[in-house]
């Protein structure tokens, strides 16, 4: 395999890795994939060309990792062993993606470390308490791995120094099209669709919406989704014009597809936001050349605000000094291959 690194302005480096059939670009600004090319078909949304001004400016989380936590908590406030804690409230009034000081605007260390058949990045950067109010401090490594088999796998390790939440996620855009197209045509497919709808608050309601039953199919195609009957989903669907929404899948396997492409992911996470970059306007920038559901998000993660709506049995919750470990990975096939 192939490995070649360009640096850009302001410390924001690719590295660009190919295999026979395919190539991917990552970045050490918030440890993102920027682009994922099978012949000359980017199926993620990026900007390799101008990294250095596209990645800073970009409000909608391209590719990034985030965290310390991946969703929404609800106010910015959650209580651990008896503790509240204040975070910041920069979705007001909620806390989305760790705040300001998260892990998708940092300028991670990194080491590559080449193999037979895989190439292993390995991105290291830290969480501090000062820096983002959440308790304690947190060590961390993001790996990814590419391999000959077109697989990118992600690997979190962390440690923290106190008891603290940590969900961390990449928020990367899927849209395996080779024209301009939007995602509706993709299809999500596993033995366990559930949706999970949003509240009032636009938090997750944890009555999840059994797809599978409402379809009769494990089979689900975005724009039919977009335009059910079923008065569920019909009402979440119009709140936020297409999907922002937790799922639960079977075994957290599961594909996304197109007529030519499908996308196989596997996952240790409890649940999976699914976003279909539902309202581009807000971007006023000439690198805004994206038009609502130009992509959908695979945000492998815990629950949204699960420590207000589990407490103690949240699964974000990671204890002192123990090891926290999660994988996600995806592996993209041409069908005609
Ligand atoms: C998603 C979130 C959306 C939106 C997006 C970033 O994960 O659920 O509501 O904030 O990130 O553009």
Redesign the pocket.
């Known amino acids: 395999m192939n490995i070649n690194i360009e640096k850009q302005t302001n410390g924001i480096e690719l590295i660009k890795i190919e295999n026979a059939s395919s190539k991917i670009v990552f970045t050490n600004f918030g440890a993102r994939i920027v682009s994922w090319k099978i012949d000359d078909n980017n199926i993620v949304l990026g900007n390799e060309v101008e990294a250095d001004e596209f990645y800073p400016n970009n409000?909608?989380?391209f590719g990034a990792t985030?965290g310390r936590f991946?969703?929404?908590i609800e106010n910015g406030t959650f209580k651990l062993n008896g503790e509240t804690y204040q975070l910041e409230q920069n979705?007001v009034p909620h806390h989305?993606?760790g705040g300001k000081n998260g892990l998708s605007d940092k300028l991670f260390d990194y080491e590559i470390e080449e193999e037979a058949h895989r190439v292993r990045v390995i991105f290291r950067s830290q969480l501090t308490e000062e820096m983002d109010y959440y308790p304690g401090d947190i060590d961390l490594k993001v790996i990814f791995t590419y391999d000959e088999t077109s697989t990118w796998t992600i690997e979190y390790e962390a440690i923290a120094t106190k008891d603290t939440l940590f969900n961390p996620m990449n928020?990367v855009y899927f849209n395996l099209n080779s024209d301009n197209k939007v995602v509706d045509n993709h299809v999500l497919s596993s033995d366990k669709i559930q949706m999970f709808p949003l509240g009032d608050n636009?938090l997750p309601v944890l009555q999840p919406i059994d797809l599978v039953e409402v379809f009769g199919q494990t089979s689900i195609n975005l724009g039919e989704l977009f335009e059910a009957k079923d008065e569920r989903i019909a009402s979440q669907v119009t709140k936020?014009q297409g999907l922002?929404h937790p799922f639960e899948v079977d075994k957290g396997t599961f594909t996304l597809s197109n007529d030519i492409l499908t996308l196989h992911v596997q996952t240790d996470t409890p649940q999976v936001?699914i976003?279909t970059?539902?309202d581009t306007t807000g971007w006023k920038s000439p690198m805004n050349i994206y038009k609502a559901h130009s992509g959908v998000?695979i945000?492998t993660q815990s629950m949204?605000n699960d420590i207000n709506l589990l407490g103690e049995h949240a699964h974000s919750i990671i204890k002192a000094k123990q090891p926290f470990y999660a994988k996600t990975s995806y592996r993209i096939e041409n069908k005609m291959s």
């Open positions: 409000p909608f989380y985030v991946g969703g929404r979705d989305l993606h928020h636009n936020v922002d936001v976003f970059l539902n998000t945000e949204p």
